[in-house]
């Protein structure tokens, strides 16, 4: 044991600390996700697969090895969607701002969430972040706007032509209205969410947007982000979580500029 902890190299750690924060970050992404099911069943298989040789069971070993001998193309076929949003997320400059809303920006999506819930009225609202939301714009109608609470209401109205569809909020503007989401295909997601929840579900499966959805039967407003789907009733409650999404996250990057700006100066 001791020889073999003298014969690690400083690099050893090295690559095991990279190849630890990898794992940690690939849970962190698949957390919550059909993913995490889809992995246990492969796992799962895999078990299967060496009882089967270990029982002499040459047929299901058979079977179970010609299944796993294709197995990193059903891996990319399987969790295409959650590779897309593991690259989208790596490929973000690490001194980049996650976002462009601004307090009042939240306040005023915060505040209509609110109006719209008590008086049943049905919404879907997604803010735009890193990923770039242009496919799901364009099935909608251009509106670029600036962000207000008496306009979002108004867009949601029953008598509205395009109160259907989502709202898309792109750097503190109504970019879009009317446009038309991803379901979700999370076979898991309870019964009581409508359509309105399962687009939102599945656009944040796809893109790292966070959308807020109101429900008009329950009179509750629902945060959807990462494929997560959280329920308040309290307007402060709503605020503070957006608060943490949007504005919280700008610190670190914000005093990593300060730093940079002082390094530079001197």
Known sequence: MLDFIASLRWQDFV???IVTVIIYRIILLIQGTRAV????????????????????LLTLHWLLKTFLNSIFLIVIIVFQ?????????VGKAPFQKQHDVLAQDLNEIVKAATHMARRRIGALIVIERETG???????GHSIDAKLTR????????????????????????????GCLLPLTQNPMLSKQYGTRHRAAIGLSEETDAVVVVVSEERQEISLVENG?????????????ALHNI?????????????????????
């Not at 969607?81 to 593991?86: E, F, L, P, S, T």
């Open 150 to 177: 008496e306009l979002l209401i108004s867009i949601f109205l029953h008598d509205s032509p395009i109160h259907d569809g989502a709202v898309v909020v792109c750097n503190g503007r109504i970019h879009s209205a």
């Open 15 to 17: 690559d095991i600390l």
């Open 81 to 89: 969607r959650d590779i897309r949003r593991v690259l989208t997320q």
């Open 133 to 139: 939301l242009r496919d799901y714009i364009e099935s």
């Open 246 to 266: 949007f504005i919280q996250q700008d610190i670190p990057n914000s005093s990593w500029r300060s730093w940079l700006g002082k390094a530079n100066r001197t």
């Open 37 to 56: 099911q889809m992995l246990i069943g492969i796992i799962v298989i895999t078990i299967i697969y060496f009882i089967s040789r270990q029982l002499d």
């Open 228 to 240: 997560m789907i959280r329920t308040f009733r309290d307007e402060e409650l709503l605020a503070s």
